[in-house]
């Protein structure tokens, strides 16, 4: 079957192959895996992030979607050629599994972006603490957005903030785009290529390609969630679907968390969507 297996194992890391390359390597991998059942769950679940990771950082460096597509559909004919007991699937899945031992005892990752990276810890302790963080400085305000909670619990999608001013907001709501309004991502004045210079305010659609979800719960913020030299804050926590829409969005976009204040006041922080999905197939890997 000729597998690139050297760029497909290159699993955290995109080592110094394209990251189309990898995506394809991966992908082929994922389908055969699909097709016959070739990986236990923890390593399946390393592929799929493996996988998601190198599909975002194709789509950031300006492969367009209609090549990824093309790239996916190549892939899975190739995984599709060879019998589930052919020697090249046999060869491949071994030196998968092989390559792969390792990546399932990793705890925790750093998946790089154009703006601000994810933070993925999938050990911690049992208390609440970040699974998947970002972090984001709006105005003279901190934030810290994503997954937490317990090692043995559900990850809550959260977002903790400190107003320098100790103003406390009422309530917060989580933009992101609606895929029933928009089915592509709004990349204000990109033209393709790397995405690296735009800013996330011009990775977001207008207001009225928006979907909002109203946080369900706020409270003073723990310790363990607050961003860094950050003594006390505020936490807002989302509802579970507004994270799976999260994880099926471009990894170019923008999402927005909009705080509200008494006298009709709003602060807004912007958050990259980057390799979300990624990160949160990653610590899938701890529930399994």
């Given at each position: 079957?000729?597998?690139?297996?050297?760029?497909l194992?290159?699993?955290?890391?995109?080592?110094?192959?394209?990251?189309?390359?990898?995506?394809?390597?991966?992908?082929?991998?994922t389908?055969?895996?699909?097709?016959?059942?070739?990986?236990?769950?923890?390593?399946?679940?390393?592929?799929?992030?493996?996988?998601?990771?190198?599909?975002?950082a194709?789509?950031?460096?300006?492969?367009?979607?209609?090549?990824?597509?093309?790239?996916?559909?190549?892939a899975?004919?190739?995984a599709?050629s060879?019998?589930c007991a052919?020697p090249?699937i046999?060869?491949?899945?071994?030196?998968?599994?092989?390559?792969?031992?390792?990546?399932?005892k990793?705890?925790?990752?750093t998946?790089?972006?154009d703006?601000?990276?994810?933070?993925?810890?999938?050990?911690?302790?049992r208390?609440s603490?970040?699974?998947?963080?970002?972090?984001t400085?709006?105005?003279?305000d901190?934030?810290?957005?994503?997954?937490?909670?317990?090692?043995?619990?559900?990850?809550?999608l959260?977002?903790?903030?400190?107003?320098?001013?100790?103003a406390?907001?009422?309530?917060?709501?989580?933009?992101?785009r609606?895929?029933a309004?928009?089915?592509?991502?709004?990349?204000?004045?990109?033209?393709g290529?790397?995405?690296a210079?735009?800013?996330?305010?011009?990775?977001?659609?207008p207001?009225?390609?928006?979907?909002?979800y109203?946080?369900?719960?706020?409270?003073?913020?723990?310790?363990?969630?607050?961003?860094?030299?950050?003594?006390?804050?505020?936490?807002?926590?989302?509802?579970?679907?507004?994270?799976?829409?999260?994880?099926?969005?471009?990894?170019?976009?923008?999402i927005?968390?909009?705080?509200?204040?008494?006298?009709?006041?709003?602060?807004?922080?912007?958050v990259?969507?980057?390799?979300?999905?990624?990160?949160?197939?990653f610590?899938?890997?701890?529930?399994?």
């Amino acid at each position: 079957m000729g597998f690139w297996v050297a760029a497909l194992v290159a699993a955290p890391g995109m080592a110094n192959a394209q990251p189309v390359d990898l995506f394809y390597e991966r992908a082929v991998m994922t389908a055969a895996d699909a097709r016959c059942d070739l990986f236990a769950p923890d390593l399946g679940a390393a592929l799929a992030a493996a996988t998601a990771q190198a599909r975002g950082a194709a789509l950031r460096a300006g492969t367009s979607y209609e090549v990824l597509r093309a790239v996916e559909s190549s892939a899975r004919n190739k995984a599709a050629s060879a019998g589930c007991a052919s020697p090249d699937i046999a060869t491949a899945a071994t030196r998968v599994k092989t390559a792969f031992s390792g990546y399932a005892k990793i705890t925790r990752l750093t998946y790089p972006g154009d703006v601000a990276p994810w933070q993925a810890d999938r050990a911690g302790s049992r208390t609440s603490a970040w699974r998947l963080s970002q972090e984001t400085v709006f105005g003279r305000d901190k934030m810290a957005f994503g997954l937490a909670g317990g090692r043995d619990g559900p990850s809550a999608l959260v977002a903790v903030a400190r107003f320098a001013d100790g103003a406390q907001p009422y309530a917060a709501r989580l933009l992101v785009r609606d895929g029933a309004r928009s089915s592509q991502p709004y990349l204000d004045r990109w033209t393709g290529g790397s995405t690296a210079r735009l800013p996330l305010d011009r990775r977001m659609p207008p207001r009225s390609a928006l979907k909002a979800y109203a946080a369900s719960a706020r409270s003073p913020a723990g310790q363990d969630l607050l961003p860094r030299d950050v003594k006390s804050g505020w936490a807002f926590r989302f509802p579970e679907t507004a994270g799976r829409d999260l994880a099926g969005l471009d990894p170019r976009e923008a999402i927005a968390v909009e705080f509200l204040f008494p006298g009709d006041v709003t602060r807004r922080a912007y958050v990259e969507v980057g390799d979300f999905a990624a990160g949160r197939a990653f610590l899938q890997l701890a529930a399994r």
